[in-house]
C-alpha cells in the first residue's frame, strides 16, 4: 500500500473528493462552531396565513452531523439571524459560549452584509494585539472574535468558512468573493487559522441547486447533510495540505510539544 488518498494528489482542489467520514477531521475532538442560521440548522416552514416561519432545528445542523460522523465533541453556538456584532456584544456572554476548544469553525457574514448591510470593511480592520481597536465593521468584529477564541486557546486551530455564491445577482456574488479575499488576508493574522473559499470550490447556491437541496431559501435535511460533508472534506483537505501544521493536535491545551515539529508559524 502506498499513501495515495492519505496525501493531496497533484492538482486536486478542496472539494473534488467527498469522503462519508470527511477523513482526518476526526483529529479534532472538541470543535465549536460560531455560526449563523446555516450553522444553527434554521428551516422554514409557512403558517396559515402564508407566513413564513424559521425554526432553528440544531439536530439537522452540519455541525451536530459532523459530530455523529467524526463522534467527536461538537458544540453549537450559533443562531438564525446572527452576526459577527451580535456574538461578540452579548450573545456569547449571556449563553456562555467562551469555551476553550481544540478548534473554531467560524461562518459569518451573510447577515451582516446582506441582510443588516453592515460596512464589511476589510483585513485592515483587525488588530490582533489590540482587537478592542477594531472599527465597527463586519471584518472588525470578525478579529475581535478571532482573537477571543486564541485567547482562550493559543494554539487552537481556527476555520472561517467563506460565503457561498448564489447567482442572484453579480454584485451579490462579487462581494462574496471580496469577503473570502479578505478572510484569506484575516487568516494570515493568526496563528493556524484558515480559510474554506466556498465561492470558489462549493456548489453554487443557485435555483437549480435550492430545487433540491432547499426549502425556502435555507437548506433542507438533505441540504445540511451536504453542506456537512463539503465543510467536512474541506477541512481534510488542509490537513492533507500542511500535515506539519496538524501533528501536534492532541497537545493543544495541554502545556506540551515535540521539538522536531516545526510548523509554518513556529513555535
Known sequence: MNMKGFIVAEGEK????????????SIFHEVGVIGDSLSSGEFESTDQGGKVVYHDMYEYSWPSILGRITGADWQNYSRGGMTAKEFMTGWAD????????????????????????????????????????????????LGRIISKCKSLEPDSRIFLVGLMKDGTSPEKDALAVYMTEELKKAASKFSHTYVLDMATHGILYDGEAREKFAMGYHPNAMGYYAYALMVGNYIDYIVRSDF???KEVPFIGKGL??????TRHGR
Open 14 to 25: 478542496p472539494l473534488d473528493e467527498i469522503k462519508p467520514d470527511c477523513g482526518f477531521l
Open 94 to 141: 449571556a449563553h456562555g459560549y467562551w469555551k476553550r476548544r481544540q478548534a473554531y469553525v467560524i461562518e459569518l457574514g451573510n447577515n451582516d452584509v446582506f441582510v443588516f448591510h453592515q460596512e464589511p470593511g476589510s483585513a485592515l480592520d483587525i488588530d490582533p494585539s489590540n482587537p478592542e481597536r477594531n472599527p465597527d465593521t463586519f471584518f472588525g468584529w
Open 244 to 246: 506539519e501544521s496538524f
Open 257 to 262: 510539544g515535540n521539538a522536531g515539529v516545526k
